[in-house]
């Protein structure tokens, strides 16, 4: 029995508005406790981000994030992240670092001319695993030395945006949660539709028909400035077919990082995200039309420590996901950064609910 990040069916959407009918609706924002040292997981050798944690049938839980080393700066997210494998005893932790499931500057790895693997999302469909991620994909063959000085340049390296637009989101598939991962080549989609420039950060779940529904992040198509802009695609198979459909999930709103679930008692679909300076959650009553949950912003970048030592307020806030047990949310598990922009430290806290 696996517990992971529960889908529903996601469609076409029109611009959020206000909820018709708020009480049967569940909450985030008063479950959230206050968290101790247990359920951080910092590594001093490596930035860590991005989170998805599954129950296996071990019994024991995996966070599956990716990371980088240090010594790379913060910006190698784009030219050097891999993605790893964490194991605990319980959800909220303290988790161990296991193995790494991909590190595309190791031959075992090699995918074409991807180098990068990042954000990634785990999930089991029909008895096998399927691990979402994006992937920069390079036009020409780069050293190890010259990607960290891209890196190092950030947005300034002619190199930088050439990358970043080669961003597509990617699967690999494994019978077992350790591998060995098969990675496919071909990106899950490429950006049409409502997106633009590059289709990144997969969120993806089953819907009640059975099809399979996959939210990507681009640049919002036409606008004059780098807006971020979600789109829906759908397909009969978790790893290949998808078609992006021509209406936006969420239209004017610079957000990204979407994860899913759907709440077995009421039958209701939400979507958590983040925004600039609060996490957010989306609700729909039959996965089409989309709009603010009664719980809407669920917390700001400020996060609540146990034995009355002061809130841990951070700079960065990113990569929502909420693990559920038993149809029950216990535990949201983000990336944040502790100060500045990129130059701060960065863990993954993952903070318990009530339930």
């Given amino acids: 029995m696996f517990a992971t990040i529960l889908g529903c069916m996601i469609f076409n959407t029109v611009a959020l508005s206000a909820p018709e009918n708020k009480q049967d609706q569940i909450t985030l924002s008063d479950k959230l406790q206050e968290i ?91 008895g096998k695993y399927y691990l979402y991620f994006i992937g920069t994909h390079a036009d020409k063959d780069l050293s190890s030395q010259q990607l960290d000085q891209i890196a190092k340049n950030s947005y300034s390296d002619p190199m930088w945006t050439p990358l970043r637009e080669n961003q597509r989101s990617y699967v690999a598939v494994s019978d077992s949660i350790n591998g060995p991962w098969k990675i496919e080549k071909k990106p899950l989609v490429e950006p049409d539709g409502p997106i633009q420039t590059l289709a990144v950060n997969p969120a993806i779940t089953q819907g009640k028909d059975g099809k399979f529904y996959l939210i990507v992040k681009g640049d919002k198509k036409g606008a004059d400035f780098r807006l971020r802009s979600q789109a829906i695609a759908i397909s009969d198979f978790p790893d290949k077919g998808f078609k992006i459909q021509e209406k936006p999930v969420i239209d004017g709103w610079d957000t990204e990082d979407v994860s899913m679930w759907c709440d077995e008692k009421t039958g209701r679909y939400y979507a958590i995200f983040h925004a600039h300076n609060y996490l957010g959650l989306m609700t729909s009553a039959d996965g089409i039309h989309w709009e603010k949950a009664k719980d809407f912003k669920i917390t700001t970048k400020n996060i609540k420590r146990q034995n009355g030592q002061p809130d841990m307020k951070v700079s960065r806030m990113e990569r929502p996901s909420v693990f559920f047990e038993n149809d029950k949310p216990i535990a949201l598990s983000v990336a944040v950064m502790d100060k500045g922009d990129t130059t701060g430290d960065t863990f993954i806290v993952i903070i318990p609910l009530k339930h």
């Fill in 36 to 126: 101790n040292s247990t359920n951080i997981f910092r590594d001093p050798e490596y930035f860590n981000w991005c989170n998805s944690i599954i129950k296996g049938d071990d019994g024991k839980y995996h966070l599956i994030y990716s990371r980088w080393k240090r010594n790379q700066s913060f910006q190698a997210w784009l030219t050097k992240s891999t993605i790893a494998h964490a194991v605990s005893d319980s959800p909220t932790g303290p988790y161990r670092y296991v193995n790494t499931l991909v590190d595309f500057e190791k031959p075992i790895y090699k995918a074409g001319n991807l180098i990068t693997a990042h954000n990634p999302k785990i999930k089991k469909f029909n």
